[in-house]
């Protein structure tokens, strides 16, 4: 597990200043819990580092070569795979969105396992801080965004193309979101 700490420093420091969107945490927590949940649904090494790099082609100045180099070529595509951007600044969010459902449909599995971690993790995020702030909690995200509609999507996609018991947890954190929020995946196409 060298690797794997060598790429934790790395994620430590091109994250550093980093802090999960509207919170004082330090954004590297995020990225072991992520690690942690791909390490539990049975991933290998590059999985785990993957998980930990997730982020950086699209929230920092780190390129695919970048990683290829220092990680090795099938970290870079895990992490390039979980990117729904490497422009800044950023396209619109729906399409933005709508592109990487549509690329997740035909991801290769560890992308989709890497994907699916960080998406469980936000969503139990979510789902956390909404039980405290209530709809303020919506404040701190991109007013063009359509959180639900993105988890609920989520689920669907992640349904049809992973068999991990944590496309289950994603589809129970989602739907205690929609019971709490009363928003219901019928009315909000």
């Not at 979980?82 to 560890?110: F, G, I, Q």
């Not at 965004?145 to 669907?156: G, S, T």
Request: charged residues 30%; contains cysteine; glycine residues 4%.
């Amino acid at each position: 597990m060298e690797r794997f700490a060598d790429a934790l420093g790395y994620a430590t420091d091109v994250h550093e200043l980093q802090r999960r969107k509207g919170t004082n945490i330090p954004y590297i927590a995020h990225l072991l819990a992520v690690a942690s949940l791909v390490l539990e649904d049975g991933g290998d090494e590059d999985e785990a580092i993957a998980a930990l790099l997730h982020d950086t082609i699209e929230d920092t100045p780190v390129t695919f070569d970048d990683l290829a180099g220092r990680f090795g070529r099938k970290v870079a595509e895990i992490v390039q795979g979980c990117s729904d951007t490497d422009v800044m600044p950023k396209p619109p969010w729906r399409a933005r969105k709508e592109a990487y459902l549509a690329h997740l449909d035909n991801a290769p599995p560890a992308v989709v396992r890497v994907s699916l971690a960080d998406k469980v993790h936000n969503a139990r995020s979510v789902l956390f801080d909404y039980r405290l702030m209530g709809e303020d909690l919506w404040a701190r995200f991109n007013p063009d965004a359509d959180q639900m509609w993105y988890y609920r999507a989520l689920v669907d996609v992640f349904r049809r193309v992973s068999p991990s018991p944590l496309v289950d947890e994603l589809d129970r954190v989602v739907s205690e979101l929609e019971r709490l929020t009363r928003h219901t995946p019928d009315t909000d196409t």
